[in-house]
């Protein structure tokens, strides 16, 4: 069964914390997401990628895919970051040919002041 | 703000009524979803619409029914539901064919409780 686990599942930490949430899955995909949601559901795409690593402002997203894993960096966290984040896989279907977005359950992230 | 509108934002409803949740996406894409998201279980994926056509029903019960009506709007008709079908839905839109790697837009979402 193609799963996306992610740890921890709750993270509590203080202003100015450096954050570093866990993604791993079990077999090939072809690109891995990272999204946000916020207290009142709505959620947004923060990285979409498939090797490397990427950035954008205080967030870092790496993936190495011989180890089928994924990690999103939060560097000098701030409050306003608390949100759940939430991973998720596009699996390469037998065949070679791509399916759907499989999620992670989520991370919930609570930033202290 | 994403581009992706939902209505309404909450919906209370019993088990013998009928309802329709309402999608709109301002963003110009071809593929939009259906998602739902019950508590402390991962999001779901229901439906997906290409070009109007819908190209997966992820084992869904009849009592949800979708209809895509133009590229720009999605519905979900909802009908004799269970107190289980309470959870947030979730509509998204991206730009090109669901089974490519391009992001997805999400909308806030609609509150659903069924008494």
């Known amino acids: 069964k193609n799963e996306v686990e992610q740890s921890p599942q709750n993270l509590t930490a203080q202003e100015g914390e450096f954050i570093t949430i866990n993604c791993s899955y079990s077999v090939g995909i072809s690109a891995l997401h990272w999204l946000q949601q916020h207290p009142g559901g709505g959620i947004v795409s923060l990285f979409m990628l498939s090797s490397g690593k990427k950035k954008h402002g205080r967030l870092i997203a790496t993936i190495n895919i011989q180890e089928k894993h994924s990690s999103l960096h939060i560097t000098a966290s701030h409050p306003r970051d608390s949100a759940v984040y939430i991973c998720a896989v596009r699996y390469m279907n037998y065949g070679g040919s791509q399916g759907n977005l499989i999620f992670g359950k989520g991370t919930k992230l609570s930033v202290k002041p | 703000e994403t581009g992706v509108t939902q209505t309404p934002r909450h919906l209370v409803m019993g088990m013998t009524n009928k309802k329709s949740l309402k999608c709109e996406q301002h963003?110009?894409?071809?593929?939009m979803y259906w998602y739902k998201q019950s508590a402390k279980k991962p999001l779901e994926l229901m439906f997906v619409?290409?070009?109007?056509?819908?190209?997966e029903n992820n084992s869904v019960p009849s009592r949800f029914s979708p209809e895509c009506p133009n590229s720009s709007h999605l519905f979900l008709h909802l009908h004799t539901l269970q107190p289980e079908d309470s959870a947030l839905y979730l509509c998204a839109s991206s730009q090109s064919g669901p089974y490519l790697d391009n992001e997805q837009f999400f909308g806030p979402g609609t509150r659903l409780t069924v008494l």
């Open positions: 963003l110009g894409h071809n593929a």
């Open positions: 619409y290409s070009l109007e056509e819908r190209v």
